[in-house]
């Protein structure tokens, strides 16, 4: 193992460790809203260890989990949640993803969370916007520290 990829592995592990343990203690305190979400350790795993894949982009990240997580309410609120209508949800949201040129495959996960716990609209903005916009945030900044760290060994995916 070279010295650049073993760099680059621990600030990947600790920023998501800051950015995933900051949402949790957020989440802790219930005046605040939701701020965890289980695909947003998939986010994770893209932001911080693949970072210069088109789906770790900020506009990937941010609106393809808002997308998605748009249908699941939606879902929710005219649909229900039915077998058939969870599958079509995924399916919609992953075809709005690809049409907008958003596809982020944390994200994928968001209507089948959403509709089997009957999430409200507040889940948009708590923890959907807050939440990605945070995780995005460190991922700049994680990036910014990596700048001087040369091909870990990823190659762009995607």
Request: charged share 5%.
């Amino acid at each position: 193992m070279n010295i650049e990829r073993l760099k680059f592995a621990i600030i990947a592990g600790v920023f998501s460790v800051l950015c995933i343990g900051f949402l949790t203690w957020l989440n802790t305190l219930q005046d605040y809203g939701i701020w965890l979400m289980a695909p947003f350790g998939a986010t994770a795993v893209l932001v911080f260890g693949i970072p210069n894949s088109p789906l770790a982009h900020p506009k990937n990240v941010i609106v393809g989990h808002f997308l998605t997580a748009l249908v699941g309410v939606i879902f929710v609120n005219y649909i229900g949640d039915s077998t058939i209508s969870i599958a079509i949800a995924v399916g919609l949201a992953i075809t709005l993803m690809i049409l907008t040129n958003t596809v982020h495959p944390a994200a994928g996960a968001n209507p089948i969370l959403i509709i089997t716990t009957g999430q409200s609209w507040d889940f948009l903005i708590f923890p959907v916007l807050l939440g990605t916009s945070f995780i995005v945030l460190s991922a700049v900044i994680a990036k910014a520290l990596l700048a001087g760290v040369k091909n870990c060994g990823h190659k762009k995916t995607a």
